[in-house]
């Protein structure tokens, strides 16, 4: 039985998903001949082929017999570094916001249940403040020094994470839309994303990125925060986009002060030989001393590009086992502040378990061992 279905909502469903009409035709078990016809309108799916269409980019079966197709609005500002790269969110990027918005909206609720009010950081701050104000607050805020006290920037991160959301912000990271393996974000596309709601405010970290850069990323989507300004970054070095400029200047000035960061670097024949003491001093990546150097002028944008094209090699040619486990994976995921909230309303009857397993990713039946090992219930 053929479906009687608009070609011109196939090709858009394609397009919209980033799918060549190979790899379509292959995940549908048909020839690309067919897949192009059936763009074209010279022949039509059958009924379960547009159903397996529909499902395979992305989209509602029911889309596929609309006249035009939807308009679809951003859901968050674009910040990125244009350089030729599309205005526009690739399909995972846009449902991955969308997972994000959803349990956002979930403990912004359940904050107004417990009489939160609004959280007093979203915005503290604009950028004719300057970046030093931003700086000085939020030092003052996550009670840390300008200098770490100790470890690496491992542990720093991990101290940082949670320090930010005991000040009622959520860190979720990922480097997949949801739990699905088979749709990765690409750190091409974005580096992370802010969402300044005055309740529950939130950063996205893609973890797709090395582990080096996730820390500059990390402090970057909290200067927006600080500022009140959401949307989605790249973390560019050199963006032409203003609040990108001011929360780039923001991030590398908290975790690299620039006078500290002056005083103890070298003129040497080469640049690489300052790294060891610059991360061991700041407890920082090499990624964001390098950064760091290139901003003060230490460096060429050649010379940083070059290292860090070196870093992304090595990232990627990594032995990838030892992967933690899944219910750590999944606190790191959707926050463990966001996890913990959850957990405490399904294991005290405020709601439904299965309810509770949608939002976190945890089975129902594995909440309340979760809650003891990983939550410290």
Same mark, same amino acid.
């Given at each position: 039985?053929?479906?009687?279905?608009?070609?011109?909502?196939?090709?858009?469903?394609?397009?919209?998903?980033?799918?060549?009409?190979?790899?379509?035709?292959? /995940?549908?078990?048909?020839?690309? @001949?067919?897949?192009?016809?059936?763009?074209?309108?010279?022949?039509?799916?059958?009924?379960?082929?547009?159903?397996?269409?529909? !499902?395979?980019?992305?989209?509602?079966?029911?889309?596929?017999?609309?006249?035009?197709?939807?308009?679809? @609005?951003?859901?968050?500002?674009?910040? #990125?570094?244009?350089?030729?790269? *599309?205005?526009?969110?690739?399909?995972?990027?846009? @449902?991955?916001?969308?997972?994000? +918005?959803?349990?956002? *909206?979930?403990?912004?609720?359940?904050?107004?249940?417990?009489?939160?009010?609004?959280? *007093?950081?979203?915005?503290?701050?604009?950028?004719?403040?300057?970046?030093?104000?931003?700086?000085?607050?939020?030092?003052?805020?996550?009670?840390?020094?300008?200098?770490?006290?100790?470890?690496?920037?491992?542990?720093?991160? /991990? %101290?940082?994470?949670?320090?930010?959301?005991?000040?009622?912000?959520?860190? +979720?990271?990922?480097?997949?839309?949801?739990?699905?393996?088979?749709?990765?974000? /690409?750190?091409?596309?974005?580096?992370?994303?802010?969402?300044?709601?005055?309740?529950? $405010?939130?950063?996205?970290?893609?973890?797709?990125?090395?582990?080096?850069?996730?820390?500059?990323?990390?402090?970057?989507?909290?200067? !927006?925060?600080?500022?009140?300004? /959401?949307?989605?970054?790249?973390?560019?070095?050199?963006?032409? +986009?203003?609040?990108? %400029?001011?929360?780039?200047?923001?991030?590398?000035?908290?975790?690299?002060? %620039?006078?500290?960061?002056?005083?103890?670097?070298?003129?040497?024949? @080469?640049?690489?030989?300052?790294? $060891?003491?610059?991360?061991?001093?700041?407890?920082?990546?090499?990624?964001?001393?390098?950064? #760091?150097?290139?901003?003060?002028?230490?460096?060429?944008?050649?010379?940083?590009?070059?290292?860090?094209?070196?870093?992304?090699?090595?990232?990627?040619?990594?032995?990838?086992?030892?992967?933690?486990?899944?219910?750590?994976?999944?606190?790191?995921?959707?926050?463990?502040?966001?996890?913990?909230?959850?957990?405490?309303?399904?294991?005290?009857?405020?709601?439904?378990? #299965?309810?509770?397993?949608?939002?976190?990713?945890?089975?129902?039946?594995?909440?309340? *061992?979760?809650?003891?090992?990983?939550?410290?219930?």
């Amino acid at each position: 039985m053929e479906a009687l279905i608009n070609p011109q909502i196939l090709r858009w469903a394609r397009s919209r998903a980033r799918i060549s009409t190979g790899t379509l035709a292959k /995940s549908l078990g048909t020839a690309e @001949d067919n897949v192009l016809a059936w763009e074209d309108g010279i022949k039509r799916p059958t009924f379960n082929q547009a159903m397996n269409y529909a !499902h395979h980019t992305h989209i509602p079966f029911g889309y596929l017999y609309l006249a035009h197709p939807p308009v679809e @609005d951003l859901p968050l500002p674009d910040l #990125r570094t244009v350089n030729g790269r *599309e205005p526009s969110y690739s399909l995972a990027l846009r @449902d991955t916001i969308r997972w994000a +918005m959803e349990r956002q *909206e979930w403990y912004r609720d359940w904050l107004k249940t417990q009489g939160y009010e609004e959280n *007093e950081i979203v915005g503290r701050h604009s950028m004719h403040d300057g970046v030093m104000a931003v700086v000085s607050s939020m030092r003052k805020e996550l009670q840390l020094p300008e200098l770490p006290r100790r470890g690496t920037f491992d542990d720093y991160f /991990s %101290e940082l994470v949670k320090n930010i959301e005991n000040i009622g912000v959520l860190v +979720m990271r990922n480097s997949i839309v949801n739990n699905n393996t088979s749709r990765p974000l /690409s750190v091409d596309e974005f580096r992370g994303f802010a969402i300044s709601d005055k309740i529950a $405010p939130l950063i996205f970290i893609n973890t797709g990125d090395c582990p080096e850069a996730r820390l500059f990323t990390l402090i970057h989507e909290l200067a !927006h925060i600080w500022i009140g300004k /959401s949307g989605v970054s790249d973390s560019e070095p050199q963006s032409q +986009m203003n609040e990108e %400029e001011f929360c780039n200047a923001v991030a590398a000035e908290f975790l690299t002060p %620039e006078r500290a960061f002056r005083a103890i670097w070298k003129q040497l024949e @080469d640049w690489k030989e300052n790294l $060891p003491l610059i991360t061991r001093t700041f407890h920082v990546s090499e990624w964001v001393a390098a950064r #760091r150097a290139l901003t003060c002028g230490f460096i060429t944008k050649l010379e940083y590009g070059k290292f860090i094209a070196e870093k992304i090699a090595t990232y990627k040619a990594r032995n990838k086992d030892g992967a933690p486990p899944y219910n750590r994976l999944q606190t790191g995921r959707v926050s463990k502040a966001l996890a913990a909230a959850v957990a405490s309303e399904a294991l005290s009857g405020g709601m439904l378990l #299965r309810d509770a397993a949608r939002l976190i990713g945890i089975k129902p039946h594995k909440i309340s *061992e979760y809650s003891k090992k990983e939550l410290g219930f």
